[in-house]
């Protein structure tokens, strides 16, 4: 004899099945798009950041700012530490500022935040001069990452030398002359 069980679905499968039914498509498509937009923001600021150090390496040390200087920090010396003339080591690529702020960033806050956006559209569907609160409360939700990658890529681009820019104009004319 075949017997049917029916179980319960279990909690998480009822959150799930209550969310999908409460996003709208073109909400999916909204936080998706703007997450992947936050991770090249995040990219673009990690790579601001190791140029940034790499350019405290190369005035620490005293090394001339060339392409050759750059791309060996970057690659092999600015991964160690440096001992500064008062005795104290200092470092650099991978300082714990550094590691500290990205894992929070990617592990903990941006998630949350994404979760946040995600979970507002099971707010009462109640419209407020012509606009849907839950799409607002997710709006919010999903452009406080995004305004904070942006605001961090400004404060690091004012950081930055004017010497690693014009390094940085003499490699893209190398690459284009290498390139024919």
Known sequence: MN????TSPSLYQQIIGSLTCTIPANAVVDITGTIFFTLALLFTDVMLRITIECNNYLKTTGKSYTLCNIITTFLWYGWGSVTLPNGSKCRFLISKGLRTALVLKMAVQYPVLFAFSVLSFLLPDVEIIGWRFDYVVSFAFLIIPVLCEITSIIEKLNMLDA??????HAFIRFIKSVRG
């Open 3 to 6: 017997e049917i069980i029916i």
């Open 163 to 168: 010497e690693i820019i014009k390094i940085g």
